[in-house]
């Protein structure tokens, strides 16, 4: 019995305080406002005020907290990336994702479970060795392993996918890959923020942001935020934070900034609880499939994107079909198993398959974008990189790559091998 | 089977056989037609199961599988809903989720320890140390799962099918079959779908709401006509697993998936009973009304001795009048409402004239077990409390009531899953407490329960109107969204209590089952800061086990709406997904049938040694097996074959496009980045195409045949994605072109090598002298007494023809080429690569990423920018601005060379500066030069030839190379 919990059973009354509190109305203004009360958005909020000794912040989501990416995505955290600049940044989350459990003091239930990347050609394998060098020389540790090792740790699957896919010749293993609690992380960056005196708005939509000067004369977006509209009221502030992923097109109208943004949906399923059997994270990404098992004993399981653009988070029959196809493929003795639930979440993908970040041509507007389908492993590293981009109005180191003039540059920062499915 | 009953009308059951299986090792009968659950209640087993988390005793609840503790392995199958699957003989079923049997549970020991467990606990432990943490989550998976994958089973292999018809009617009792009818006899095709093992509903188990038998005929009646309809296929076992838009479904027949497309849609799924919240409400023995009745009529089983039944509405007295009939002794019915808040009605009277005991304003404090701890497996008695103004039971006032058997009628839903996912909305009537659709698309229509009408006849006129309105609107949907569609048949009286939630200071009051959730959880959740419905979900797990809050989602927004002092719709709901019950994989999966491609000559391939290979959809020859020489070696004499004689290889995947057209030529132009419109007819150039930021996507051979007809030749990886992008290009630049993809209408093959004219020759009446037919020229004309296309190619780097006829031509040709003598041998692809390597002929998404633009890959040759445009033309202006980052250069080492050598991707390292410098893209550790040799990226100023680099191999080794200028062969080259 853990110490932590004799407490509720020594006590006559609950005596857990809330979480976050509830503020009813916004003050009249804010050091700092955040449009979005996701993941990112909370842990930007946590570490200004925790590292940046900004706490004059409020949080304005339109609806609830972690209702977005952060809540539908298949929590798998890996920093197995193709570019040096995508490699440290997602490095950086997850030595930050390894301790906030203890940091925030909320069991995020990070657990380690090694992640495999299945190459079922040559050529899938070469990428995946192009990954495990870049990765070694970084200190990441990665490695392509071949048949005899995969069926070592992952004894259940079949390697030559009963013929009806190639056969796997090797694979990517990223042991630190890891699983998590995708909800729990934003609650607990939430309660951190809030309880240094962050505000947060749920259910309140920012309706628009004001901007001082705006597009000059040769047409190019500029001037200084003064303030977001909400509809609880204007909330003056001089640094406004997007974090709001899949909806950055609609703040991005509010200002008139253009991104390559499109947004496409992701969608994923869920079985019944099965007792523990698969303990690592298995990914295929020619078979467009990645499946782990949650610690509530479900196998959470998902696929590539939906190949439209759509900003609606309808599940399809189609997808569902598909993706049993490959589990079978992989794992064959799967068909008497339930897929309970499936559901979907709209992603903002870039053509390079790395987020936008950082300071934009509009002084005190920055933007954390271009999440894709690899958002919720950067969560902790994202708020953090955010939080010292606000607080010094400048592009944090880890961040300098993703600024989004880079693609007016072409100085793109490639990351669809690594990234298109191996999420 | 001592409590089965007589014949009831309208029972599932076939009495003539009789079925055996064993449940725990225990010998058990049931009949053909029971479930597992109906069969194991039968046989005297109140308990089933365990509880998720406390392993608590659980009993059949709902009868309606919504009970995730009835779930058995066969030992082969796992998590087998028992209320769903039917009894086959000889099963051998245990309970899925316990430690040492059901009876013996060890696991229920966590009871014990739930005041320590309180909602979220997790989230407040184990995590310190850290190191500690895997230990903990270890024990914690252990506990968490229901049933255990069998790793043994073999792969299912069910068929899908499609299916069409005009109006689905979803749900076969009253208003559903009334519907069908309606629309059948309006000409409609009509399809009923049942999830039961027959038609009727409620119809036959809960005698339509009104006692008296006076339904059942009607509905044996309604059956029949139904069934016999022309116009009506009925699918019974048959559930809608999820509504995807446009009336698109997935039906689960328990075989197979069913994929249907209707023109309408009529829900008439009915309403799911709802449990009441008291102490120890989850005792095997306490459940809802409407599987007590469920267990009568369908299964005729006496489903209690003594019974106390739990009333919020008048079906707890019609659920009376049946329980009495089959004999129950009914000790008391415990009323919700206060007798002046209700208007008496039939059943209430006939209840009262039975002299039955009716306790008016009162509820169940709790139910009290028989048995103790883990053994607590039945129902001994329940107290009864009067209920104060505020709608609390006043515990000081007590009365002990003793029974075997609780049936709880204290409301219902809609079953509304599917009905959410069409788009229909639902407001919370306050008046009947309960949630009544208020905007349904066009085409959707709702009938029966579902939309708030109760009393049987008027849910045959609803049905009814249901079915006209499907059948008149066929097709006619276009997805404007109608008003509400009560048409005065809804009940006037709730059917539902607002609140049947009661705490209880010291037992365990469960609001979601599946979750071992109870009403304190949702207290303290909220307490926490979880104060809306998407917060509570998430945090406390309401909703998220196997039954996905069908039974616990109504209580959980009242609860919530009560802490919040807001009302239900303020309170909202969360958002229903698929499946309306969970599916097999297998099913889904269904056959899984990837068709491979195979080439015309594929089967003289492999008779022939070829080892084949996956290349993409497509099985090609890796290289011919010789003799007992290695893979390596059988590679090195292919090439080298071709190099000094003559080699033939099977092209026949490459990408074959005909691009026909008055713009057929200034289509080519903007695609690519070369100049076409101005090529010669019978000359062929090479082509590059880039995206619109300026990335090299595809590359082949631009032929043109006459002024507007052109043949392009594609990757075999990517001309199926590309040829999407050329008619997407067609369609926005509005031209005439006619795009054909002709890849799989060919055969090709490659004749190269120095004898190859000669060899050509002897099987043409095409002048092939250079001078006629010189290199980069395209030719028609007849080979072997075959049409084909001729392209004089150096893809290899030798005399080369590429020879494209028809596919039905390719093995035919292949053979009398192969017969021409002249030494000539087949060569695979890992010849064709080195041999391509030695050109230094890069291959797009090998030697380049998805990232490398044309001077990076030193092609800036292919770029006309003397055009006016091409795709990627913008960007390449913009980047040529700027210093490149790297450059694809050749790079070989010394013959003889004994060091270690890299695989492809290895990196190339700054040793000095401890930084990646580049990557080697092609490597061949042996070559027909004598040395090994590849491509690299590089750092543009290490891209002078002579520069030695240092690449990094496995194991941390360097490799030392040098950079050379491209081809390493000189040969008869294609590009530039």
């Given at each position: 019995?853990?110490?932590?919990?004799?407490?509720?059973?020594?006590?006559?009354?609950?005596?857990?305080?809330?979480?976050?509190?509830?503020?009813?109305?916004?003050?009249?203004?804010?050091?700092?406002?955040?449009?979005?009360?996701?993941?990112?958005?909370?842990?930007?909020?946590?570490?200004?005020?925790?590292?940046?000794?900004?706490?004059?912040?409020?949080?304005?989501?339109?609806?609830?907290?972690?209702?977005?990416?952060?809540?539908?995505?298949?929590?798998?955290?890996?920093?197995?990336?193709?570019?040096?600049?995508?490699?440290?940044?997602?490095?950086?989350?997850?030595?930050?994702?390894?301790?906030?459990?203890?940091?925030?003091?909320?069991?995020?239930?990070?657990?380690?479970?090694?992640?495999?990347?299945?190459?079922?050609?040559?050529?899938?394998?070469?990428?995946?060795?192009?990954?495990?060098?870049?990765?070694?020389?970084?200190?990441?540790?990665?490695?392509?392993?071949?048949?005899?090792?995969?069926?070592?740790?992952?004894?259940?699957?079949?390697?030559?996918?009963?013929?009806?896919?190639?056969?796997?010749?090797?694979?990517?293993?990223?042991?630190?890959?890891?699983?998590?609690?995708?909800?729990?992380?934003?609650?607990?960056?939430?309660?951190?923020?809030?309880?240094?005196?962050?505000?947060?708005?749920?259910?309140?939509?920012?309706?628009?942001?004001?901007?001082?000067?705006?597009?000059?004369?040769?047409?190019?977006?500029?001037?200084?935020?003064?303030?977001?509209?909400?509809?609880?009221?204007?909330?003056?502030?001089?640094?406004?934070?997007?974090?709001?992923?899949?909806?950055?097109?609609?703040?991005?109208?509010?200002?008139?900034?253009?991104?390559?943004?499109?947004?496409?949906?992701?969608?994923?399923?869920?079985?019944?609880?099965?007792?523990?059997?698969?303990?690592?994270?298995?990914?295929?990404?020619?078979?467009?499939?990645?499946?782990?098992?949650?610690?509530?004993?479900?196998?959470?399981?998902?696929?590539?994107?939906?190949?439209?653009?759509?900003?609606?988070?309808?599940?399809?029959?189609?997808?569902?079909?598909?993706?049993?196809?490959?589990?079978?493929?992989?794992?064959?003795?799967?068909?008497?198993?339930?897929?309970?639930?499936?559901?979907?979440?709209?992603?903002?993908?870039?053509?390079?398959?790395?987020?936008?970040?950082?300071?934009?041509?509009?002084?005190?507007?920055?933007?954390?974008?271009?999440?894709?389908?690899?958002?919720?492993?950067?969560?902790?590293?994202?708020?953090?990189?955010?939080?010292?981009?606000?607080?010094?109005?400048?592009?944090?180191?880890?961040?300098?790559?993703?600024?989004?003039?880079?693609?007016?540059?072409?100085?793109?920062?490639?990351?669809?091998?690594?990234?298109?499915?191996?999420? | 089977?001592?409590?089965?009953?007589?014949?009831?009308?309208?029972?599932?059951?076939?009495?003539?056989?009789?079925?055996?299986?064993?449940?725990?090792?225990?010998?058990?009968?049931?009949?053909?037609?029971?479930?597992?659950?109906?069969?194991?209640?039968?046989?005297?087993?109140?308990?089933?199961?365990?509880?998720?988390?406390?392993?608590?005793?659980?009993?059949?609840?709902?009868?309606?599988?919504?009970?995730?503790?009835?779930?058995?392995?066969?030992?082969?199958?796992?998590?087998?809903?028992?209320?769903?699957?039917?009894?086959?003989?000889?099963?051998?079923?245990?309970?899925?989720?316990?430690?040492?049997?059901?009876?013996?549970?060890?696991?229920?020991?966590?009871?014990?320890?739930?005041?320590?467990?309180?909602?979220?606990?997790?989230?407040?432990?184990?995590?310190?140390?850290?190191?500690?943490?895997?230990?903990?989550?270890?024990?914690?998976?252990?506990?968490?799962?229901?049933?255990?994958?069998?790793?043994?089973?073999?792969?299912?292999?069910?068929?899908?099918d499609y299916a069409w018809c005009d109006v689905l009617?979803?749900?076969?009792?009253?208003?559903?079959?009334?519907?069908?009818?309606?629309?059948?006899?309006?000409?409609a095709r009509v399809m009923?779908?049942?999830?039961?093992?027959?038609?009727?509903?409620?119809?036959?188990?809960?005698?339509?709401?009104?006692?008296?038998?006076?339904?059942?005929?009607?509905?044996?009646?309604?059956?029949?006509?139904?069934?016999?309809?022309?116009?009506?296929e009925?699918r019974?076992?048959?559930?809608?697993?999820?509504?995807?838009?446009d009336h698109w479904m997935?039906l689960?027949?328990?075989?197979?998936?069913t994929k249907l497309r209707a023109k309408s849609v009529?829900?008439?799924?009915?309403?799911?009973?709802?449990?009441?919240?008291?102490?120890?409400?989850?005792?095997?023995?306490?459940?809802?009304?409407?599987?007590?009745?469920?267990?009568?009529?369908?299964?005729?089983?006496?489903?209690?001795?003594?019974?106390?039944?739990?009333?919020?509405?008048?079906?707890?007295?019609?659920?009376?009048?049946?329980?009495?009939?089959?004999?129950?002794?009914?000790?008391?019915?415990?009323?919700?409402?206060?007798?002046?808040?209700?208007?008496?009605?039939?059943?209430?009277?006939?209840?009262?004239?039975?002299?039955?005991?009716?306790?008016?304003?009162?509820?169940?404090?709790?139910?009290?077990?028989?048995?103790?701890?883990?053994?607590?497996?039945?129902?001994?008695?329940?107290?009864?409390?009067?209920?104060?103004?505020?709608?609390?039971?006043?515990?000081?006032?007590?009365?002990?009531?003793?029974?075997?058997?609780?049936?709880?009628?204290?409301?219902?839903?809609?079953?509304?899953?599917?009905?959410?996912?069409?788009?229909?909305?639902?407001?919370?009537?306050?008046?009947?407490?309960?949630?009544?659709?208020?905007?349904?698309?066009?085409?959707?229509?709702?009938?029966?329960?579902?939309?708030?009408?109760?009393?049987?006849?008027?849910?045959?006129?609803?049905?009814?109107?249901?079915?006209?309105?499907?059948?008149?609107?066929l097709g006619?949907?276009?997805?404007?969204?109608?008003?509400?569609?009560?048409?005065?048949?809804?009940?006037?009286?709730?059917?539902?209590?607002?609140?049947?939630?009661?705490?209880?200071?010291?037992?365990?009051?469960?609001?979601?089952?599946?979750?071992?959730?109870?009403?304190?959880?949702?207290?303290?959740?909220?307490?926490?800061?979880?104060?809306?419905?998407?917060?509570?979900?998430?945090?406390?797990?309401?909703?998220?086990?196997?039954?996905?809050?069908?039974?616990?989602?109504?209580?959980?927004?009242?609860?919530?709406?009560?802490?919040?002092?807001?009302?239900?719709?303020?309170?909202?709901?969360?958002?229903?997904?698929?499946?309306?019950?969970?599916?097999?994989?297998?099913?889904?999966?269904?056959?899984?049938?990837?068709?491979?491609?195979?080439?015309?000559?594929?089967?003289?391939?492999?008779?022939?040694?070829?080892?084949?290979?996956?290349?993409?959809?497509?099985?090609?020859?890796?290289?011919?097996?010789?003799?007992?020489?290695?893979?390596?070696?059988?590679?090195?004499?292919?090439?080298?074959?071709?190099?000094?004689?003559?080699?033939?290889?099977?092209?026949?995947?490459?990408?074959?496009?005909?691009?026909?057209?008055?713009?057929?030529?200034?289509?080519?132009?903007?695609?690519?980045?070369?100049?076409?419109?101005?090529?010669?007819?019978?000359?062929?150039?090479?082509?590059?195409?880039?995206?619109?930021?300026?990335?090299?996507?595809?590359?082949?051979?631009?032929?043109?045949?006459?002024?507007?007809?052109?043949?392009?030749?594609?990757?075999?990886?990517?001309?199926?994605?590309?040829?999407?992008?050329?008619?997407?290009?067609?369609?926005?630049?509005?031209?005439?072109?006619?795009?054909?993809?002709?890849?799989?209408?060919?055969?090709?093959?490659?004749?190269?090598?120095?004898?190859?004219?000669?060899?050509?020759?002897?099987?043409?009446?095409?002048?092939?002298?250079?001078?006629?037919?010189?290199?980069?020229?395209?030719?028609?004309?007849?080979?072997?007494?075959?049409?084909?296309?001729?392209?004089?190619?150096?893809?290899?780097?030798?005399?080369?023809?590429?020879?494209?006829?028809?596919?039905?031509?390719?093995?035919?040709?292949?053979?009398?080429?192969?017969?021409?003598?002249?030494?000539?041998?087949?060569?695979?692809?890992?010849?064709?690569?080195?041999?391509?390597?030695?050109?230094?002929?890069?291959?797009?998404?090998?030697?380049?990423?998805?990232?490398?633009?044309?001077?990076?890959?030193?092609?800036?040759?292919?770029?006309?920018?003397?055009?006016?445009?091409?795709?990627?033309?913008?960007?390449?202006?913009?980047?040529?601005?700027?210093?490149?980052?790297?450059?694809?250069?050749?790079?070989?080492?010394?013959?003889?060379?004994?060091?270690?050598?890299?695989?492809?991707?290895?990196?190339?390292?700054?040793?000095?500066?401890?930084?990646?410098?580049?990557?080697?893209?092609?490597?061949?550790?042996?070559?027909?030069?004598?040395?090994?040799?590849?491509?690299?990226?590089?750092?543009?100023?290490?891209?002078?030839?002579?520069?030695?680099?240092?690449?990094?191999?496995?194991?941390?080794?360097?490799?030392?190379?040098?950079?050379?200028?491209?081809?390493?062969?000189?040969?008869?080259?294609?590009?530039?």
């Amino acid at each position: 019995m853990p110490f932590g919990l004799i407490k509720f059973g020594l006590s006559k009354k609950y005596s857990e305080p809330r979480m976050f509190r509830k503020v009813e109305q916004p003050r009249d203004a804010y050091d700092v406002v955040i449009i979005g009360g996701g993941g990112h958005g909370l842990a930007a909020a946590y570490y200004l005020a925790n590292e940046c000794g900004i706490t004059n912040v409020a949080v304005i989501e339109k609806g609830y907290l972690g209702g977005g990416g952060t809540g539908r995505n298949t929590a798998i955290v890996r920093s197995n990336y193709l570019t040096e600049d995508g490699a440290r940044f997602y490095q950086k989350s997850v030595e930050l994702f390894q301790d906030l459990s203890r940091t925030l003091d909320f069991n995020m239930f990070y657990s380690q479970r090694g992640h495999f990347t299945m190459a079922h050609s040559p050529a899938s394998l070469r990428t995946q060795r192009w990954r495990a060098e870049v990765n070694k020389h970084l200190g990441i540790d990665s490695e392509v392993v071949g048949r005899d090792f995969i069926k070592k740790m992952v004894p259940e699957i079949d390697l030559d996918c009963g013929g009806h896919q190639p056969p796997i010749h090797g694979a990517l293993f990223h042991p630190p890959g890891a699983i998590a609690r995708h909800d729990a992380v934003a609650w607990a960056y939430a309660r951190g923020a809030d309880r240094k005196g962050v505000d947060i708005f749920q259910q309140t939509a920012v309706t628009d942001i004001e901007i001082e000067g705006g597009v000059n004369m040769s047409g190019n977006v500029g001037g200084r935020v003064v303030g977001v509209h909400t509809d609880k009221g204007f909330i003056k502030a001089g640094k406004v934070l997007s974090a709001v992923a899949g909806w950055t097109p609609q703040i991005q109208r509010m200002v008139g900034l253009r991104t390559p943004l499109t947004i496409h949906p992701l969608q994923a399923m869920v079985t019944e609880p099965l007792k523990p059997w698969l303990n690592t994270i298995v990914v295929s990404a020619s078979l467009h499939t990645y499946v782990s098992q949650s610690s509530r004993g479900e196998l959470v399981t998902g696929g590539s994107l939906d190949p439209y653009e759509l900003t609606s988070t309808r599940s399809t029959l189609e997808f569902a079909e598909g993706l049993s196809g490959h589990l079978m493929d992989l794992f064959p003795f799967l068909g008497d198993i339930k897929v309970m639930r499936q559901w979907a979440g709209l992603c903002d993908m870039t053509p390079d398959f790395s987020p936008i970040m950082g300071v934009t041509p509009i002084k005190g507007f920055y933007i954390d974008a271009g999440w894709g389908t690899w958002g919720f492993k950067a969560t902790p590293v994202s708020g953090y990189a955010m939080a010292h981009t606000i607080a010094n109005d400048a592009d944090h180191e880890l961040i300098k790559a993703f600024n989004l003039s880079r693609f007016g540059k072409f100085r793109l920062v490639g990351e669809k091998g690594a990234a298109s499915v191996g999420h | 089977m001592n409590n089965r009953l007589p014949k009831q009308a309208g029972e599932w059951i076939d009495r003539s056989r009789e079925l055996n299986f064993t449940f725990e090792g225990m010998s058990c009968r049931g009949y053909q037609g029971d479930v597992i659950t109906s069969a194991l209640y039968a046989n005297g087993m109140r308990m089933v199961g365990r509880s998720f988390k406390y392993h608590r005793a659980r009993g059949s609840y709902s009868m309606a599988g919504h009970d995730a503790h009835a779930m058995l392995t066969d030992g082969v199958r796992t998590n087998i809903r028992g209320d769903q699957v039917s009894l086959e003989s000889g099963m051998n079923l245990r309970a899925v989720n316990t430690a040492g049997g059901l009876k013996r549970d060890r696991l229920n020991i966590t009871e014990r320890f739930s005041r320590f467990m309180p909602v979220g606990f997790y989230y407040k432990a184990f995590y310190k140390p850290r190191w500690l943490f895997p230990f903990h989550e270890k024990q914690m998976r252990k506990v968490a799962g229901l049933g255990a994958i069998n790793a043994n089973n073999a792969p299912t292999n069910s068929p899908k099918d499609y299916a069409w018809c005009d109006v689905l009617v979803i749900g076969g009792g009253g208003s559903g079959m009334s519907a069908a009818l309606a629309a059948a006899d309006g000409g409609a095709r009509v399809m009923l779908v049942d999830e039961g093992l027959k038609l009727g509903g409620s119809l036959v188990w809960q005698g339509g709401g009104d006692h008296g038998g006076r339904v059942e005929p009607l509905a044996a009646a309604m059956v029949a006509k139904v069934e016999a309809h022309e116009n009506i296929e009925v699918r019974c076992s048959t559930m809608a697993g999820g509504y995807y838009g446009d009336h698109w479904m997935g039906l689960f027949n328990g075989e197979k998936l069913t994929k249907l497309r209707a023109k309408s849609v009529v829900f008439a799924t009915g309403v799911i009973e709802q449990p009441a919240v008291f102490g120890n409400n989850d005792l095997p023995g306490v459940m809802l009304a409407s599987a007590a009745q469920r267990l009568m009529r369908l299964f005729a089983i006496k489903p209690f001795e003594q019974a106390v039944v739990l009333a919020g509405n008048d079906d707890g007295y019609r659920a009376t009048l049946d329980l009495l009939d089959v004999g129950v002794v009914v000790k008391a019915v415990v009323d919700l409402r206060r007798e002046d808040d209700v208007l008496s009605t039939d059943a209430m009277a006939q209840v009262r004239a039975t002299g039955v005991a009716v306790r008016m304003g009162c509820g169940i404090y709790e139910a009290q077990a028989r048995g103790t701890g883990r053994d607590r497996i039945g129902v001994a008695g329940v107290v009864v409390c009067p209920l104060n103004d505020d709608g609390e039971l006043d515990a000081k006032r007590c009365e002990t009531i003793a029974c075997d058997g609780v049936a709880v009628s204290v409301g219902w839903t809609p079953n509304a899953g599917l009905l959410y996912q069409s788009g229909v909305r639902f407001v919370y009537d306050d008046g009947l407490e309960q949630l009544l659709p208020d905007v349904v698309p066009a085409t959707v229509f709702v009938a029966g329960r579902a939309n708030g009408v109760y009393a049987w006849t008027d849910r045959l006129r609803d049905g009814e109107r249901a079915g006209l309105g499907a059948a008149g609107c066929l097709g006619e949907g276009n997805g404007e969204v109608g008003e509400g569609q009560d048409v005065g048949g809804r009940s006037k009286v709730a059917m539902s209590h607002g609140y049947p939630i009661f705490e209880h200071p010291g037992k365990k009051n469960f609001v979601d089952f599946d979750e071992d959730l109870h009403l304190k959880d949702f207290v303290n959740a909220h307490q926490e800061g979880y104060d809306n419905i998407e917060l509570m979900k998430r945090y406390s797990t309401v909703g998220m086990g196997p039954s996905q809050g069908k039974i616990a989602n109504v209580n959980s927004v009242r609860i919530l709406a009560k802490l919040n002092g807001k009302t239900i719709n303020e309170t909202g709901t969360t958002t229903s997904r698929p499946f309306y019950q969970p599916v097999p994989i297998g099913h889904l999966a269904g056959r899984r049938f990837h068709p491979m491609r195979h080439t015309p000559m594929h089967d003289w391939h492999k008779q022939h040694g070829a080892v084949m290979f996956h290349a993409g959809a497509w099985y090609r020859p890796e290289f011919y097996r010789n003799g007992s020489m290695s893979r390596e070696d059988c590679i090195l004499s292919e090439a080298m074959h071709v190099r000094k004689s003559l080699g033939l290889i099977d092209l026949s995947t490459l990408g074959k496009l005909f691009i026909c057209g008055a713009d057929a030529g200034a289509f080519l132009e903007r695609l690519y980045t070369g100049h076409f419109a101005s090529m010669k007819i019978g000359k062929q150039r090479y082509a590059v195409a880039l995206d619109e930021t300026g990335v090299m996507i595809e590359d082949g051979v631009v032929s043109r045949l006459s002024e507007d007809r052109y043949y392009v030749t594609a990757t075999s990886s990517g001309v199926a994605a590309f040829y999407r992008e050329m008619q997407r290009w067609a369609l926005v630049w509005g031209m005439d072109v006619t795009l054909i993809n002709a890849t799989g209408q060919y055969a090709a093959m490659n004749l190269a090598g120095p004898k190859s004219r000669e060899v050509l020759a002897g099987l043409t009446d095409v002048d092939l002298s250079n001078d006629a037919f010189p290199f980069l020229g395209t030719r028609e004309g007849m080979v072997a007494g075959v049409q084909a296309i001729m392209m004089r190619v150096g893809f290899v780097g030798e005399l080369g023809y590429e020879l494209h006829v028809p596919a039905n031509m390719g093995l035919r040709l292949w053979e009398r080429l192969m017969d021409a003598g002249a030494g000539i041998r087949p060569f695979g692809v890992e010849a064709q690569r080195l041999l391509r390597l030695e050109m230094g002929h890069l291959i797009i998404s090998h030697d380049t990423d998805a990232l490398t633009h044309p001077d990076e890959a030193d092609i800036g040759w292919a770029l006309a920018d003397d055009k006016p445009f091409y795709v990627g033309q913008r960007s390449i202006a913009v980047m040529r601005k700027q210093t490149l980052e790297r450059k694809l250069v050749g790079i070989r080492w010394e013959a003889g060379y004994s060091g270690p050598l890299p695989e492809e991707c290895h990196l190339v390292i700054d040793e000095v500066r401890h930084k990646m410098v580049g990557r080697v893209t092609s490597v061949a550790h042996r070559s027909t030069l004598g040395y090994a040799l590849g491509m690299a990226f590089v750092h543009p100023d290490m891209a002078r030839p002579g520069t030695k680099i240092d690449i990094r191999v496995d194991g941390g080794a360097m490799s030392r190379a040098e950079v050379v200028a491209l081809p390493h062969h000189d040969g008869e080259k294609q590009k530039g």
